[in-house]
């Protein structure tokens, strides 16, 4: 379980920095993206949502008094 959380940690700080770098390209006026840009947004799109709600899941499995 602990490394499923270490996972899901990873995915979101990658998701994080993803966004982040895309805003940043945005903003210095590149704003022609290229393929893998696309790809890239639209995966931490897809991703966030997942990655925060099989976390939530996660902590609410493991809370005391939550669900066996």
């Known amino acids: ?6 996972a899901l940690i990873v ?3 990658t998701v ?3 966004l982040v770098s895309l805003a ?8 022609r993206w290229d393929s893998a840009d696309y790809f890239m ?4 799109v897809i991703l966030s ?5 099989v976390l ?4 609410i499995e493991d809370a005391p008094g939550g669900e066996s």
């Open 1 to 6: 379980m602990v490394m499923l959380y270490g």
């Open 11 to 13: 995915v979101y700080l």
């Open 16 to 18: 994080f920095v993803v």
């Open 24 to 31: 940043v390209k945005q903003r210095n006026g590149y704003m």
């Open 41 to 44: 947004a639209i995966a931490a």
């Open 49 to 53: 949502p997942i990655a925060f709600i």
């Open 56 to 59: 939530q899941w996660g902590i």
